[in-house]
C-alpha cells in the first residue's frame, strides 16, 4: 500500500443499486491485510453468493463474511456495558482532521481521510510526527432516537442531535451536557463502534475540534450514522484524555485539557490549507494547515 486507504469508499455510489455497495465501506476494510487478517479481506473481495460482487455490500449491511470484527479493533479498556446489536464492533476511527461541514461524503479532508479519496505520506506537510491519523473512541449500541433524563447518558457516548449551530460556532455542542452527562430533555443517537464496516464518520470517524471526551453532536435531526456535518471528539475509559495513533506510527496520550484555542470560530472548510483556529488540538488534526506547534 502506497497510501493510506480511503475514510470511506468501495464500489457505486448510488443508494439502491444491487451490483455493489454504494461507496460506503470504511477504511477497516483495505486494510484488513495489514492486521493479519488477509483471508477475510480475500473473501471480502471475492464475494459469495448472498452477495456476488467485489467487496460486498454497504458497509452497514449484516453479512456472515464479515459481521465478526477482529478482534483486535475492540480495546480491552472499553468492556461497553451497553446493549449491543452486532458483533461488528470497533474502538478505533479514522481522523477527518478539524472540519466539520459536510466531512460525511466531503472528497477532501483537512485530516488523512476521506471518501473516496486516499493520501500518501506525501500530502501530510505538517509533517508525519504532528499528525494524527487513529484514535480511540468509546462504544455504544443504543441506537436511536432517544431522549436524554438527567444523569443518564455520557455525553461522550452519545450524538446530540439537531444542534444546528455547530457548523459556524462549535463550542455551542458543550452546552448540550451538564458535567459528563447529556442535558434532560436533551435528543441523542449512539452509532459509535457498532459496525466498522460502514465508512459514515459517526460509525468510525472522529474530528478535532472539542477536545478529548467532550459532548459529540451533530448539525440536523437524522436517527441513524448519516449525519453530514458533526463533532465527533475521540474518547476513552482511561482516566483524563485519549491514547491517539499519529501519522508516523507513535502513540500518544493526549489530555482532554489540551490547548483548543478558539472554539467560536467557524470551522474550515475540508479543503482549506489554512492553519486551524482551534489551538494546538487541531492543529494536530490539520496535515497541512502550516502551523508550528509539535505533539504533546
Known amino acids: 500500500m502506497n497510501a493510506h486507504p480511503f475514510g470511506k469508499g468501495g464500489t457505486g455510489t448510488s443508494n439502491g443499486a444491487a451490483t455493489n455497495n454504494w461507496g460506503r465501506v470504511s477504511g477497516f476494510i483495505p486494510l484488513l491485510p495489514y492486521i493479519e487478517q488477509k483471508a477475510m479481506y480475500d473473501k471480502i473481495a471475492a464475494g459469495d453468493t448472498t452477495y456476488p460482487y467485489p467487496y460486498g455490500p454497504p458497509g452497514w449491511y449484516g453479512w456472515t463474511v464479515w459481521d465478526s470484527a477482529p478482534a483486535g479493533l475492540n480495546c480491552p479498556s472499553d468492556p461497553s456495558p451497553y446493549n449491543s446489536t452486532t458483533a461488528a464492533r470497533n474502538n478505533y ?15 477532501t479532508s483537512r485530516g488523512i481521510y476521506a471518501y473516496a479519496l486516499t493520501y500518501s505520506m506525501a500530502d501530510v506537510r505538517d509533517g508525519t510526527s504532528n499528525t494524527i491519523m487513529m484514535s480511540e473512541r468509546v462504544k455504544g449500541g443504543l441506537g436511536g432516537p432517544q431522549t436524554a433524563g438527567a444523569g443518564q447518558v455520557e455525553a461522550k457516548l452519545a450524538d446530540a442531535t439537531n444542534v444546528t449551530a455547530i457548523t459556524t460556532t462549535p463550542n455551542v455542542c458543550l452546552s448540550v451536557a451538564t458535567g459528563p452527562y447529556l442535558n434532560s430533555g436533551q435528543t441523542y443517537k449512539v452509532m459509535f463502534g457498532t459496525r466498522y464496516t460502514d465508512g459514515q464518520p459517526q460509525r468510525t470517524g472522529f474530528n478535532t475540534v472539542l477536545p478529548p471526551n467532550a459532548p459529540n453532536c451533530a448539525a440536523d435531526a437524522d436517527n441513524n450514522a448519516d449525519s453530514s ?13 485519549v491514547n491517539v495513533l499519529m501519522t508516523d506510527a507513535s502513540v500518544r496520550f493526549i489530555s482532554e485539557t489540551i490547548n483548543t484555542g478558539t472554539l467560536s470560530s467557524a470551522p474550515p472548510a475540508t479543503n482549506s490549507t489554512a492553519a486551524s483556529p482551534y489551538g494546538v488540538w487541531g492543529a494536530l488534526g490539520s496535515k497541512a494547515g502550516g502551523e508550528s506547534v509539535a505533539a504533546p
Open 93 to 107: 476511527a479514522f481522523s477527518r482532521g478539524d472540519a466539520v461541514v459536510g466531512i460525511r461524503d466531503a472528497t
Open 229 to 241: 456535518s458533526v463533532i465527533i471528539p475521540p474518547s476513552s475509559r482511561h482516566p483524563g484524555g
